[in-house]
């Protein structure tokens, strides 16, 4: 399979602690993608990088959060002392710069008890 | 701002009968927009976006920039078409990417 690769797939945690996901693009794809959907609604955009680097954040992501993509390649998402707001689907997608269409992985589902 | 809007949360139809979900769009420059499939167990894929004009799956949807709405039709449901579809939206400026604003969503049932 040479789709979008997400991993864990499912993460159960505790308030407070830490948790890290990773995100592995279609191999030629520079752009990648975050995006984070709760219940009942639509992906609601994070961050992107072109290539290795991070363009844009939305203001919507608090300073707990942090991606990288350190060799432009693969991705990941650090939340660090989680709240129980932060379960959801955490989606990667990747793309190429000169297509619109997004490409997504299968997600990361996050519970925080 | 971009924003889109998806007033059906879900729509229920009979195999065979038309249907039609609806999206609204606010954006102030010349947008580009996509409807997104999820099918059960599936992961999010692209339905048709408005700039190909084609028909997928039957499928088809028209850009009304007068009434900036972006609603996709199929005169004869199929069984198959239930899942979960998203309208997107993504700004015409480079410095966005492909930034993807999504609506709510509408869920598909359709009927034997």
């Known amino acids: 399979d040479t789709g979008v690769s997400q991993d864990p797939r499912h993460k159960i945690t505790k308030r407070g602690q830490n948790v890290t996901f990773r995100c592995d693009p279609i191999s030629e794809h520079n752009r990648l993608y975050w995006y984070r959907q709760t219940l009942g609604q639509g992906p609601e955009f994070l961050t992107y990088f072109q290539n290795e680097a991070q363009l844009e954040k939305s203001r919507l992501l608090s300073d707990r959060f942090s991606a990288e993509r350190p060799k432009g390649s693969f991705s990941t998402l650090e939340i660090q002392r989680t709240e129980q707001g932060d379960s959801a689907m955490y989606l990667c997608?990747?793309?190429?710069?000169?297509?619109?269409?997004?490409?997504f992985g299968e997600g990361s589902r996050l519970t925080v008890l | 701002a971009q924003r889109v809007t998806q007033p059906e949360k879900l729509l229920s139809v009979f195999k065979g009968a038309p249907v039609e979900l609806k999206c609204n769009y606010s954006y102030s420059g010349s947008p580009e927009l996509f409807w997104y499939v999820q099918y059960s167990r599936q992961r999010l894929q692209l339905l048709l976006r408005?700039?190909s004009r084609e028909s997928i799956k039957g499928f088809t949807a028209d850009l009304n920039k007068g009434e900036t709405s972006f609603h996709l039709k199929k005169p004869f449901a199929q069984e198959e078409d239930s899942a979960m579809y998203y309208c997107a939206l993504s700004g015409m400026i480079k410095a966005a990417g492909n930034k993807l604003t999504f609506g709510g969503g509408t869920r598909v049932l359709v009927k034997p």
């Open positions: 408005h700039i």
């Open positions: 997608a990747s793309s190429l710069a000169t297509a619109g269409e997004l490409f």
